[in-house]
């Protein structure tokens, strides 16, 4: 329990050191660096393993493997 907690706790904090923040020091955050409705939908998604299952920019599918 304490592994799973620690490994979400590791996943969301690589997303904001490699989405959110870079975004912000940018002065991008308001289009970019989290899922959210008038973001601009650049996003890659990753099986358990890691693997790139799929890629989407602007919103559109871009690659599925």
């Known amino acids: 329990q304490n592994i ?32 959210a409705p008038n973001k601009q939908a650049n996003l890659t998604l990753c099986d358990t393993a890691g693997e790139i299952q799929a890629t989407f920019v602007n919103g559109k599918r871009v690659f599925q493997r």
């Open 4 to 35: 799973a907690a620690s490994l979400r706790h590791m996943i969301a904090h690589a997303w904001l050191l490699g989405s959110l923040y870079p975004a912000k020091a940018c002065g991008m955050a308001d289009r970019l660096g989290s899922i």
